[in-house]
């Protein structure tokens, strides 16, 4: 069974990589990082588990492509068109691809919770970011709320940003409830919802304390790349370790942790 699921994982996820790379979603380094993952979250994890991942994907891309140009007009857009590098990938695949791994393995339905709080903090920290930028008034940093930051800033929350942040994990927590990935159970599907917040707030506590943010030499605009308009940037905060990628790590860690913790609270 397991060898007829990776084979079969290999034939969808290389499809849907190539539609990914097609609509700017991945670069090449993407789409190989993203076969990697799917196929084993098929193989061990299940084509429900897949189903929940793939939402992320593709609900993740089309919100990093709404209002483009607007956003590239702020300076909050994405590089390359859009598409996202092997790094952002595993940054943010690892521990599903891991939680599915182990589920297999150990079997209880506690592993199944972690994959869908990390799924769903990956969802909450790119919508609650992609779509926050677009609220109309300036973001405040989280950490000292009356400090107003340019959109896009590393810790910089919104009311569009924060609502979207709950609504949208708790909303693949509602799917992963009907597709059965998931105990049938109220507080199953709230655990891993609000476990996906929570994985979205750690991210912006550690963008706001933790993350290196640089300015560029050349625009002057604050930016998480050590490299923009060509230029090497200078550190203004934080720690050049800690970029995004190692940020999207610990959310996505901190959402699969979350999510046990709740539904073993829930259920005390």
Known sequence: MLAIRTLEGLLVTSILGVLSYRRKLVDESGVIAGVFVGTSVIAFGGWEMFILLAIFHFVAGFFTHYKYEAKAAKGVAEF?????????????????????????????????????????????DTLSNEIGVLNPT???????LRRRVPPGYPGGVSPLGTFTAFAAPLSLGMVAYWLGVIPRSIPAAISVGLAGAVGSLVDSLIGATLQGVYICSVCGKFTEKRYHCGKPARLHRGYEAVNNHVVNLLMSTTGAAAAIAIWGLLNF
């Open 138 to 144: 300036p973001p405040r940093l989280i950490t000292s």
């Open 80 to 124: 390359k068109g859009g598409a996202r590098s092997w790094q952002n990938v595993l940054a943010n695949g690892l521990v599903p691809t891991l939680t599915a791994v182990a589920e297999y393995l150990h079997g209880g339905n506690t592993m199944t919770l972690a994959f869908v709080g990390a799924v769903g903090a990956s969802l909450s």
